[in-house]
Structure formats: structure tokens, C-alpha cells
């Protein structure tokens, strides 16, 4: 889908949104609440994108990663998180099957049908 320049509109639009929250909370103390706090607020902004008349997101997640965040890592104050999402596809190539279907001749005038029990 990165071929797609819509996506890599997204992916920057989405990516210093969430980079700028963030920067607020560089400095302060990597406890749970704050953990809970920063997925939430930035879960809510990316799920708002998935909703309205021209959505940009198909869905939206945002956690903490737990494997990859170590007590070392912590440490050293690296903490790591994880974002994914779905962007809207485009309406690239639409293919329409087409066929004549007679039964609509008979819907339009009225015709009956075999099973009609007016037809003897």
C-alpha cells in the first residue's frame, strides 16, 4: 500500500502527530499510569480517524511493547511502542461484470410467471 501516495501522506500526517504528543512526555516517570495514560490519548486520536464521512484509517492501534521494552532497555530510558493501522485503500481499478438477464423483460411489462396460478 505504500505505493499508494495517499498512504504516505497518512503515515507522515499520523506519525508527527503522534511524535509531537509524545514529546510532552519525554522526562517524566515510566510508570503504569502513564503507560495507560499515553495509549489512550493517542488510541482515541488515531480511532477518530477511523470514523466520519471520509475516514483515513480502516482501524488504529497503539500499545506499549512489552517484549521489546526490557528492564535495561528502561534503564537507559528507552521505552518502545508500538503503532498499527490500516489506511483507507483507493478505488484504483473497478471491473463491472455485465449480463442481459431476460426475467427482467418480464418484471418491466408485467409478464406472468409459470408459477403463476392465474396461467392455465
Known amino acids: 500500500m505504500r505505493n499508494f501516495i495517499h498512504v ?7 506519525d508527527e502527530a503522534i511524535l509531537h504528543f509524545l514529546d510532552e512526555w519525554k522526562d517524566r516517570n515510566a510508570n503504569p ?7 489512550d490519548r493517542i488510541n482515541a486520536y488515531g480511532l477518530s480517524k477511523t470514523v466520519g464521512k471520509d475516514p483515513a484509517l480502516y482501524d488504529f492501534r497503539f500499545s506499549f511493547d512489552r517484549k521489546k521494552t526490557t528492564p535495561a ?4 530510558g528507552w521505552l518502545y511502542w508500538r503503532q498499527d493501522y ?6 484504483e481499478r ?7 438477464n ?3 423483460i418480464r418484471n418491466a411489462l408485467g409478464l406472468a410467471t409459470t408459477t403463476d396460478p392465474q396461467v392455465a
Not at 504516505?8 to 499520523?14: R, T
Open 8 to 14: 504516505q501522506f497518512i503515515e507522515d500526517v499520523m
Open 33 to 39: 499510569a502513564s503507560l495507560e495514560k499515553v495509549e
Open 73 to 76: 532497555s528502561i534503564a537507559d
Open 86 to 91: 490500516a489506511p483507507v485503500g483507493l478505488m
Open 94 to 100: 473497478l471491473t463491472v461484470e455485465r449480463s442481459i
Open 102 to 104: 431476460i426475467d427482467l
